[in-house]
Nanobody, 129 residues
Framework: QLQFVESGGGLVQSGGSRRLSCAPS????????IGWFREAPGKEREGVSC????????RYADSVKGRFTMSRDHAENTVYLEMTSLTPEDTARYYC??????????????????????WGQGTQVPVSS
């Protein structure tokens, strides 16, 4: 079963930073489109950031632009999400997933529209006020 393993979560104070990591378990994500998503209590899963496979261009949700940075280390087969200036509104479980077989010039941020698979268990990021 294709699945990512997310790590790096933990309690953060408002204004703090955190770096999340995401690595595939038992497979290589190649240059397929990949994304970070989050799910807060009582809310639907939303796209946070995505990176296209062919151009490595990134998209960010308006709520995290200028604060979050997504990067990809192909040698390590790992994707990162650097989060800064965190607020309690960023409290959520964070997931990554891949659009298997899709290596396009642009990526889709909406998890309901994109063909994302290999969802992991996520990593929890609580931000205290």
């Amino acid at each position: 079963q294709l699945q990512f393993v997310e790590s790096g979560g933990g309690l953060v104070q408002s204004g703090g930073s955190r770096r999340l990591s995401c690595a595939p378990s038992g497979f290589t994500s190649h240059n397929y489109n990949i994304g970070w998503f989050r799910e807060a209590p009582g809310k639907e899963r939303e796209g946070v950031s995505c990176m296209s496979g062919s151009s490595f261009s990134t998209r960010y949700a308006d709520s995290v632009k200028g604060r979050f940075t997504m990067s990809r280390d192909h040698a390590e087969n790992t994707v990162y999400l650097e989060m800064t200036s965190l607020t309690p509104e960023d409290t959520a479980r964070y997931y990554c997933a891949v659009e298997w077989g899709i290596e396009s010039a642009d990526c889709i941020l909406n998890p309901k529209v994109g063909q994302y698979v290999a969802w992991g268990q996520g990593t929890q990021v609580p931000v205290s006020s």
